[in-house]
Every structure is written in structure tokens, then in C-alpha cells.
């Protein structure tokens, strides 16, 4: 397979003066999957080294499934690069090394709090859903021809969505939230998988809507109210789902759910009313339910006063903890393996893994990952904006969204800058269903990603890049 490929408008055209004219030169789109190949080789080998410096700085010694671990994450990403190679040749290069670098990490940094906690190591789960992340991720780039598709499926998305996030209500509650199905040890997390679906169903209802959207309906002030025949169904949906996690205490993914909404009706119809709309709610809402609600209301009092626990002789809570590790990092950090970021408590590995990166990787690496996240969500969005079909746009921009949104989520949350909602870190935290979830998304935007750059270069920039 050659380094390029051959796109373009090859078709019989006519001029204006109806004579038919020569066809035009195919365009040669750069690939670059040796780009993608060696960015792979790249981000496992950073992976394998921060393995290797947890072992020296915990036992100075090599760890015994050093070559396992480099070689398991090694394959799984030369399998992966060799699905989009033959189905999604002109996938943007960078989506999936970033993908890979940060599920590395994620395992480092999972494996490195398992040697404070040895009777509860997750980091051989989290590999296993990794390879199980992994292998989704293959057949939905091999299987997922044109992305298109998946928009005559919209209302059966939206169905399975709706039934993955009331089922968790029948099952018993986990530290007083209700969002996981546990069976005989094993347990999922079905929010992780209904935001894809719901992002999806969004996706198509808008772009079916978008005219509806923006031009008919009520105007007030700058902001163009639809119709409630238009908005009603997708506004019943929403809330719908919204209200569902906010009985299971689901606060993270609710405020994700609404986040998503708002931004995708931002794209679809280019009005920036529904910004301050959605901003003007998000606020309100914010403030009913933290004031009603026992569970949140503890949350934000924790938020306002992060050290009164000290001051009142019971010591640090779980966001003081996180703060201290952040202190304790400073410029360049620890060093892996160096940190006491477990004494934040269970949700180490999960809420709070950022805490650990931000201690034994200091700002500078703290900066490196909001990068690799930054480029990520980035590098989504082009690929929606360089579409011309509106349900690629709005998908790609939701699924971007959907990680942006986590991201800001998260690390507020642990930093002290808003309150904090229980959610994983994507490809970093503890949890299968996350990291299974993740991959999907990258796999989706791989295939939007190859739509949009098999395009000519003049669509989307000079150099297809």
C-alpha cells in the first residue's frame, strides 16, 4: 500500500456553454498512515517507560510484566493501525496514537496505585477492557463503511439509550448512586454507553431539523424560538434522560447530557442565544439541585470549604487530599512511583487518578495530558467542520464534545474549580465501561475523520492535513 492515495472529481463535466469539458485530475490526498505507525511506535514505548520507572522507583527494579505489558499494548496497537489502514486509509494520523498514548498512561498510572493497595489491583482489569475496548474499536471501523448509516437508526438509538439508563434503578445502590448492574462480581456502568447513543440520535434529529431550528418559530429578542413541534420531541428526550440521572444521582453524566445538548443546538442552528439559554439553566439548575439535594449539597460545601474537615480535627477529605498531591507535584513533579496521592482513598483510581498524575508528573505533565486531550477533541471537530453532510458535522462535534465536556468535568472537580461529580477520566480512570466507551468514539471519529480528508484538499486546507 503506497503512501497516498487517489481522490477527486473524475466525472464527464459541462461548461456553461454546454460542451463537455476534460475530466479534472484526481487529487492525491496524503494518508500519512507511516505518520500514525510511527506515532504508535512512539506512544507505547512512553508507555513501557513509565512502567519501567514505576518498578525502579518503587523496588529499583525492572518489573516482571514489563515485556508482557509492553508487548500486550504493543500489539493492540499495531492491530488497530492495521483496521484503519485497510478500511480507513485517510483517518486523521493523530487520533489514534493519542488514544493509545493516553490508555497507556492510564495503565501506568492504575498499576502504580495498585503497589499502595495490593489486596485491590485493577490494573489487569483495566488491560482486559482495554483489549475489549480495543477489539470494538476494530469492528466498528471495519464494519462501519460510510458513518452515515448509523442516521436511519437514530429512534432505535435513542430507545436502547433510554433503557441502558433506567435499568440501573432496579439494581442496588453503589456509594449512594444508582448507575451501575452488578452481577456475581461483574458490573457495568450503562450511562458510559448511552451517551454514544444519545450523541448519535441528536445528531440526526438536528440535522433533519436544522432549518426548522433556526429559521421558524417565535423570535425573542436574538434568540429564534422553534416551534414546539420541532423542539418538543428531542427537548421530551433530553429531559427525559436528564431526570432519569438525577434520580440515580448521576449528577456527572447529567451535567454531560446537557452540556451535549446545548452545544449540538448551538452548531445546528448557529444561534448563540441557546449558549446564554444554556448557560442560564445550567446555573439554575446547578443551584436547585445543590441546595435540595442532601448528596450534592455536601459536595458544593465541600467545594466552598475544602479544608474545614481540618479545622474541625477530622482531617483532610477527598478534595484537600487532591490538593495537597497537586501542591506536592509542583513544576516537574514527584516522579512515578514517588507520590502519596492514595491517601485520597478509593476513588484513587477512578475520580481522582488525575491527583496521582498531577503529583508524580507535576504541571509540566499535567500540561503535556490537557494537551493530548486538547488535540483530541481538536482534531474531532475539524473532522465534523470539514464535512458538508450536517449529521457528520453535528456527530463529530458531539463526540469531541462529549470528551471536552468530561475533561472540563473532571478536572474542575479535582482542581477545586467547580464542585465535584463523579465521573472517569477518559482512557485515564479506573473503569471498563468508560475505557470501552472511549474507544468506540475514537473508532467513530476514525471514520468521520477518513470521510471528511478523503475529500479534495481545497474542502478542508492545503495540505489535508
Wanted: aromatic share 8%; proline share 5%; with cysteine.
Amino acid at each position: 500500500m503506497t503512501g497516498t492515495g487517489m481522490t477527486g472529481a473524475a466525472a464527464d463535466v459541462k461548461s456553461v456553454t454546454g460542451r463537455p469539458e476534460a475530466p479534472l485530475p484526481a487529487v492525491r490526498v496524503p494518508r500519512r498512515r507511516g505518520t500514525e505507525l510511527a506515532l504508535l511506535v512512539l506512544a507505547v514505548l512512553l508507555s513501557v517507560y513509565g512502567y519501567l520507572a514505576v518498578g525502579l522507583a518503587k523496588y529499583d527494579a525492572i518489573p516482571p510484566g514489563a515485556a508482557g505489558y509492553g508487548a500486550g499494548l504493543g500489539l493492540l496497537a499495531l492491530v488497530a493501525h492495521l483496521a484503519v489502514r485497510l478500511r480507513a486509509p485517510c483517518a486523521d494520523p493523530l487520533l489514534l496514537p493519542i488514544a493509545v498514548l493516553l490508555n497507556g498512561l492510564g495503565l501506568v498510572l492504575i498499576y502504580r496505585l495498585d503497589q499502595e493497595t495490593p489486596q485491590h489491583e485493577a490494573a489487569l482489569a483495566q488491560l482486559v477492557w482495554s483489549t475489549v475496548g480495543v477489539a470494538l474499536f476494530i469492528v466498528a471501523v471495519l464494519l462501519l463503511r460510510d458513518h452515515r448509516v448509523l442516521q436511519r437508526y437514530a429512534y432505535l438509538c435513542v430507545v436502547g439509550a433510554l433503557v441502558l439508563l433506567v435499568v440501573p434503578i432496579l439494581f442496588p445502590a453503589v456509594n449512594g448512586a444508582r448507575i451501575w448492574i452488578r452481577v456475581d462480581g461483574f458490573s457495568i456502568q450503562p450511562a458510559e454507553f448511552a451517551k454514544v447513543l444519545l450523541a448519535i440520535f441528536f445528531a440526526a434529529y438536528l440535522a433533519a431539523n436544522r432549518s426548522a431550528l433556526a429559521y421558524t418559530g417565535r423570535r425573542i429578542w436574538r434568540l429564534q424560538l422553534p416551534t414546539g413541534r420541532v423542539l418538543g420531541p428531542i427537548v421530551a428526550i433530553w429531559l427525559t434522560s436528564v431526570g432519569v440521572l438525577i434520580l440515580e444521582r448521576d449528577l456527572g453524566t447529567s451535567l454531560l447530557f446537557f452540556g451535549l445538548f446545548v452545544i449540538l443546538l448551538y452548531v445546528a442552528t448557529g444561534r448563540t442565544g441557546w449558549i446564554a439559554v444554556g448557560l442560564l439553566l445550567a446555573g439554575f439548575g446547578a443551584f436547585a439541585v445543590g441546595t435540595l439535594e442532601p448528596h450534592v449539597h455536601r459536595r458544593v460545601e465541600d467545594w466552598l470549604h475544602p479544608f474545614a474537615s481540618i479545622d474541625a480535627g477530622e482531617g483532610p477529605n477527598q478534595l484537600a487530599q487532591s490538593l495537597f498531591a497537586f501542591a506536592s507535584g509542583g513544576l516537574l513533579g514527584t516522579g512515578l512511583g514517588d507520590g502519596h496521592s492514595i491517601l485520597i482513598g478509593f476513588a484513587a483510581k477512578s475520580d481522582f487518578i488525575l491527583a496521582t498524575a498531577g503529583e508524580e508528573l507535576g504541571l509540566a505533565g499535567l500540561s503535556a495530558i490537557f494537551l493530548l486531550y486538547a488535540v483530541l477533541v481538536a482534531r474531532g471537530c475539524r473532522a465534523g467542520l470539514a464535512l458538508r453532510d450536517p449529521f457528520g458535522r453535528l456527530l463529530a462535534i458531539g463526540l469531541a464534545s462529549i470528551l471536552a465536556l468530561q475533561v472540563f468535568v473532571i478536572a474542575g472537580g479535582v482542581t477545586g474549580l467547580i464542585p465535584l461529580t463523579g465521573m472517569a477520566m477518559p482512557f485515564l480512570a479506573q473503569g471498563g465501561s468508560s475505557v470501552v466507551t472511549n474507544w468506540l468514539i475514537v473508532a467513530l471519529l476514525i471514520r468521520v475523520s477518513d470521510s471528511a480528508r478523503s475529500l479534495p484538499p481545497d474542502a478542508y486546507g492545503e495540505d489535508g492535513a
